[in-house]
């Protein structure tokens, strides 16, 4: 039913693999820190923001907030949003006190998790 490929054709997938990069340590190291640092804004989130924020649809507790913030999946998809501007809504008092009378919490987090979570956010935009 399926043709074996001929040494010709498994030979040239492979070089063109290598080719375009897909073997290249630079490549797999970047794609492994890239994944980490996911993984650690997650943790962030998880441990910090999930008292107020759906920072993940698994998460273990709901928002103690009787009218939660925004979830990190609403935010990943609203308009404009980016890194840089996430990064900037994180470490500034952001909440709207026309509607629910209180200011987020100074998270006193370093950059890197700042960047760390900002990321996090961005993963979670649907495609």
Not at 6 to 13: D, W
Not at 18 to 47: K, N, T, Y
Not at 72 to 81: K, Q, S
Request: overall charge neutral; aromatic content about 6%.
């Amino acid at each position: 039913m399926f043709r074996r490929a001929t040494p010709n054709v498994a030979l040239c997938a492979l070089m063109g693999a290598v080719v375009c990069g897909l073997f290249s340590p630079r490549v797999q190291a970047e794609a492994a820190a890239d994944s980490a640092e996911l993984a650690h804004g997650e943790h962030i989130a998880r441990f910090v923001c999930a008292t107020c924020h759906v920072v993940a649809k698994d998460q273990e507790f709901a928002p103690i907030l009787s009218r939660p913030a925004p979830s990190f999946l609403d935010i990943a998809n609203r308009p404009g949003v980016s890194a840089a501007s996430l990064e900037h809504f994180i470490t500034s008092t952001h909440w709207d006190p026309d509607k629910i009378e209180m200011t987020m919490p100074a998270l006193m987090a370093t950059p890197e998790q700042t960047r760390a979570v900002a990321r996090y956010i961005l993963s979670l935009r649907k495609r």
